[in-house]
């Protein structure tokens, strides 16, 4: 297990090659519900020594199969002046590979397709999703591999590693913490999520985060927090 | 504010859940009722009420060093419950619970007085105490979901028989909070300070959430003084070394 | 002051300290819209100092301080003292706490020569 944890990590450190943005994100679960619609808003402040960047996004998704979903997501961000308006546009299709419970793990992919607001830079990316549950705790792990591309920007290829570990403790308190690698960056903190089912297929998933970069040489802290609603 | 509330409340209050993830594990471990965890926390905010009520006075006593007596004195008690507890423990399987209801309700008591100084501080200068609001119920909950993975790990610790790692896991903690204790005494000039051993900064700095969690559970310093090296030595091994003592004596007894 | 003290007679530890007491040399901060003034302190290396920060805001505030090792609150329209020191020639940070992106400041410790 520790071997397959170490070479999951070196993989993961080959990979960085991320020059910008904000690496802390969502950890993605390989798993796809068959008829579900959902509205998301993901909410992501990030306070370093310089300054403190307010990103949210909305988004609507609905399952297209039982094994593949897509979302369109609004992405705002706080600019300098403290207004607050879009910045981007976003696609999303996550695709469910295997099924639940199937196999040694479960797995996805996750293709995102994403344009900035009034530029000419897109950035599309393609990430592989595991999951493994030991008794009630779950690992989920995403590898990304992102490529940047139009006028306003440099053309590169960035590559992200997400894991999350958690323990399932209550539907509603799943404690877990969470890794997030890009370049220069790795992050590490508490989380929470949880999960509140009503009637019928609908549900209410909440994710709390609290990321700290390791190196602990600048501060940078960013405060995560997703509000997921599926009917 | 919303962020530095939250880091705040992973500062201050984190060393309340360590010690309940394990004090936990150890009553459910004994089958011990959990009374002391609610009284515990009733009697400790109780403390911190009064405390940060009085604390305007109380820091001008002795020249202005009267709530660090105060501290240091409260955080001294909090140690020797936890080594009654710990004795407790390794002689007789299980604690008194009057133990674990005094340590957990000074550590509350101390750790929430600093934050009740900030929140009453500034909920009244905020605008919008919105943030404020928000980053203590996200810094709960972000202290109770590590709480939580750390009660798992010590209460795995005790369900795999190893006694001995989680006797050594509290006493870092204990010795730890000591050590700090010590340290305020030197900020009022009470104690000598002397110039830091080393420097371990560059692997990991206390300012870092790494180092802060480290502190939290074994009293990580990156550049302690030799006074607080010998205080955290002494207040690990002494117990030890007392306990070492009691078995071999115990085991001397059998033999005969 | 005495008196109190005979109160504590555990803590005989104070006797270690009284003899400096008087010689410590003392530098003053204040604390306004959470702004520490001066933001940088020279003091001398090698040697214990005092640091009163004199809090003339109406929020409380915690000086804190990775460097030098220090934390302690102070009210408003309040003076605290701090111990520090003897430190070694350096940077050392401080901030407060309640305001850590406003309230910022050094502590400089330089080198003294004849200092008699």
Redesign the interface.
């Known amino acids: 297990m520790w071997r397959f944890a170490f070479a999951m990590l070196l993989m993961a450190a080959s990979l960085s090659i991320r020059a910008d943005g904000t690496v802390v994100d969502k950890v993605y679960h390989p798993i796809v519900l068959p008829n579900e619609h959902r509205v998301e808003w993901r909410f992501m402040?990030r306070?370093t020594e310089e300054k403190n960047i307010l990103a949210q996004r909305i988004g609507y998704g609905q399952s297209l199969s039982e094994t593949v979903t897509v979302e369109f997501y609004l992405l705002g961000e706080r600019d300098r002046d403290d207004n607050f308006g879009i910045e981007a546009y976003e696609l999303e299709s996550r695709w469910m590979i295997t099924e639940q419970g199937r196999y040694w793990a479960d797995w996805g992919m996750v293709f995102e397709l994403e344009k900035r607001h009034g530029l000419d830079a897109w950035e599309a990316s393609a990430g592989l999703l595991m999951e493994k549950e030991f008794g009630r705790n779950s690992l989920t792990l995403n590898w990304f591999s992102i490529y940047e591309w139009g006028n306003d920007i440099q053309d590169e290829w960035e590559g992200e590693f997400r894991m999350q570990y958690r323990?399932r403790?209550k539907p509603q308190?799943q404690?877990?913490?969470e890794l997030f690698v890009g370049e220069d960056f790795v992050g590490?903190?508490?989380?929470?999520m949880g999960i509140q089912r009503f009637e019928a297929q609908k549900q209410l998933k909440w994710e709390?985060g609290?990321i700290?970069e390791?190196?602990?040489?600048t501060?940078d802290?960013t405060?995560r927090?997703v509000l997921e609603y599926e009917f | 504010m919303?962020?530095?509330s939250?880091?705040?409340f992973?500062r201050d209050a984190l060393p309340v859940f360590v010690l309940a993830s394990f004090l936990l594990a150890w009553s459910n471990h004994t089958k011990a009722n959990h009374h002391w965890l609610g009284w515990g926390t009733v009697l400790g905010l109780s403390g911190a009420l009064i405390l940060t009520a009085l604390?305007?006075v109380i820091?001008?006593?002795?020249?202005?060093a009267g709530?660090?007596?105060i501290l240091f004195c409260s955080q001294s008690l909090a140690y020797l419950f936890l080594i009654l507890i710990v004795v407790d423990f390794c002689r007789a399987q299980h604690s008194h619970p009057a133990f674990a209801l005094a340590a957990f309700a000074i550590t509350v008591m101390l750790n929430g007085a600093?934050l009740l100084?900030?929140l009453w501080?500034?909920w009244a200068?905020e605008e919008t105490p919105l943030a404020l609001i928000l980053g203590t119920v996200?810094g709960l909950?972000?202290?109770?979901?590590?709480a939580?993975?750390l009660y798992?790990a010590a209460y795995h610790l005790l369900l795999n028989g190893a006694r001995r790692a989680f006797i050594c896991l509290v006493l870092l903690y204990a010795a730890g909070q000591l050590t700090q204790a010590f340290?305020?005494?030197?900020?009022?000039?009470?104690?000598?300070?002397?110039?830091s051993l080393w420097d371990s900064s560059a692997w990991?700095?206390?300012?870092?959430?790494?180092?802060h969690l480290l502190n939290s559970l074994m009293g990580y310093?990156?550049?302690p003084g030799p006074l607080q090296l010998l205080v955290y030595f002494l207040a690990v091994g002494l117990p030890l070394l007392g306990l070492g003592l009691s078995r071999q004596l115990k085991l001397g007894k059998g033999r005969n | 002051?005495d008196r109190?003290?005979r109160h504590?007679p555990a803590?005989g530890?104070?006797l270690?300290?009284a003899p400096?007491?008087a010689e410590?040399p003392a530098f003053e901060l204040v604390l306004k819209d959470h702004l520490f003034y001066p933001a940088k302190v020279e003091v001398p290396s090698g040697q214990?100092v005092?640091l009163i920060i004199h809090n003339q805001d109406?929020?409380?505030e915690?000086f804190d301080s990775?460097d030098l090792?220090?934390?302690?609150?102070v009210?408003?329209q309040?003076?605290?003292?701090?111990?520090?020191?003897?430190?070694?020639p350096g940077t050392y940070e401080f901030f407060g706490?309640?305001?850590?992106?406003t309230a910022r400041g050094e502590v400089i410790a330089v080198e003294v020569k004849d200092a008699d």
Request: proline share 6%.
């Open positions: 402040s306070q323990f403790w308190v404690p877990s913490l590490i903190g508490p989380a929470l709390l609290f700290s390791l190196s602990g040489v501060k802290h405060l927090f | 919303l962020i530095n939250i880091i705040l992973l604390v305007n820091s001008q006593w002795q020249e202005g709530l660090e007596l600093n100084v900030y501080g500034y200068f996200m909950a972000l202290c109770f979901s590590l939580v993975l798992l340290t305020l005494l030197s900020q009022v000039d009470l104690l000598p300070s002397f110039p990991i700095s206390d300012e870092s959430e790494v180092g310093e990156e550049a | 002051m109190l003290m504590f803590f530890l104070w270690f300290a400096i007491w410590v214990k005092r109406d929020t409380p915690e990775f090792n220090r934390e302690k609150v009210f408003p309040r003076k605290a003292t701090i111990y520090i020191g003897p430190l070694k706490e309640f305001n850590p992106h």
